[in-house]
Every structure is written in C-alpha cells, then in structure tokens.
C-alpha cells in the first residue's frame, strides 16, 4: 500500500542551524513526491515538488529511491520557517495525494 | 480571483444533525477535493471530483455526500453528524490532477457535541 511516513510529529531548532524534515515512503512504481507547508493563520500551500528539482525559500528535497526517502532540508533555518510540514505522495488507484502526519517545525531565535 | 473559498469559517452541530460545507473556485479547475485534518493523523482524503458531474471517494468517505453540478462549486455534506466527525475540514482544488498544483481553502472547523 502507498503510504508516507513522517517521522517527527516536532522539531525544533535555533536560527541559523541546518534543518532536515524526514520523509520516507512506500510506492511501487516511480513516484510524484511534494512538500506542502501550512504557516500560522494561513492556508496549506505548495513549497516544492520533487520532479522540478528546484528550491524555495532556501529549501531542497531530494529523492532518493534507494532509501525511498524525500527529506526536506535547509541549511540555514529562520525564525519565518516555523510552520507545519507535510510530505505528501501522489499515489492510490485514482492518482490522488497521499500525506503524511506533518511535523511541525518550531525555529527559536 | 478569490482563489478557493469555503463557507462557514466555524461550525456547531450536535449529535445527528445534518450540514452542508459550501466550497467554491474562480480558477476554472477540474480537479476538487476535500480533506479532513485530525491532529496526529494529518490531512486525509474525503471525496474527489475531475470534473462537473463525476464524483469519487477517497479514503474516509463514510458519513459525507458530495456532489458536482458545476466547475466551480463542490459542497460537502454531513448526512447526520457524529462527534468523531469533529475536524478541520479543507478544500482543494487544481487545474486537472492531482499532480498539479493544489489550492486550498482557508478551512472549516467542525465540532460535533
């Protein structure tokens, strides 16, 4: 079954540390793999997807087949980064996103 | 464009009463949905439409009707409510897959007594 898997419901870092948000998923097949972000009072909105291969905001996510992951990484975290992150997985019979738990990344200054 | 909007913002219904939750695009999208977000559970998905007049469930279908006469309108319905019904509820939409771009609503919070 296509599942995404989210490993930490929470974490929290200091501004100006690397952060990485983990994902892992379960797909046969080649997969559509996306991070979306929901910032406080706002609406969940696209941040990247993997197949453009491009980055936002300061933020890559690599897929990496072999370890079935799409990890969400930024080098140099800040305090306006702080909001919920869900990977999510284009999968299923019908074609339809597929998200994982969320983490919540908390950025302190 | 108003993007997506979905009325109302909040919601009070008890036991066994029965609800609409109006969602509706200016974008012109074929592809709409709706998911529930339960804390720890993320964002699950309720029912789908590709186009006016074809509708399909997703993964936790049970206790919602949904229909699509137009492109830019798709309510959800609450047939007779029940408290584990209790959730934010979203709306979605893009161009024609889900593979596109999605849009969300600003949301609906639902509490069921």
């Known amino acids: 079954a296509q599942r995404v898997t989210q490993p930490e419901k929470l974490l929290s870092v200091f501004k100006g540390a690397p952060v990485e948000l983990k994902c892992n998923y379960s797909y046969s097949g080649s997969p559509e793999l996306f991070w979306y972000v929901q910032y406080s009072r706002q609406r969940l909105q696209l941040l990247l997807r993997h197949i ?37 997985l284009v999968g299923g ?15 302190k200054p | 464009n ?5 009325t109302p913002k909040f919601q009070v219904l008890k036991t066994g009463q029965s609800m609409t939750l109006q969602c509706a695009q200016d974008m012109n999208h074929e592809y709409m949905s709706w998911y529930r977000q339960d804390p720890g559970m993320g964002l699950r998905l309720i029912h789908y439409s590709v186009g006016a007049g074809i509708t ?6 049970n206790g919602y009707n949904v229909s699509r006469s137009t492109t830019e309108d798709f309510p959800l319905r609450l047939l007779s409510a029940a408290p584990s019904q209790t959730s934010v509820y979203f709306c979605a939409s893009s161009g024609r897959l889900a593979t596109d ?3 969300f609503g600003p949301g609906t919070r639902l509490t069921v007594l």
């Open chain 2, 2 to 6: 108003a993007g997506v909007t979905q």
């Open chain 2, 56 to 61: 399909d469930q997703g993964e936790v279908p």
């Open chain 1, 93 to 107: 019979s019908q074609g339809n996103l597929i998200f994982g738990k969320g983490t919540k990344l908390s950025v």
């Open chain 2, 101 to 103: 771009t999605q849009y």
């Open chain 1, 52 to 88: 453009s291969r491009e980055s936002i905001k300061g933020f890559t996510a690599d897929l990496n087949k072999g370890e079935t992951s799409f990890h969400l990484k930024k080098p140099f975290a800040q305090e306006e980064d702080s909001a919920m992150y869900y990977c999510a």
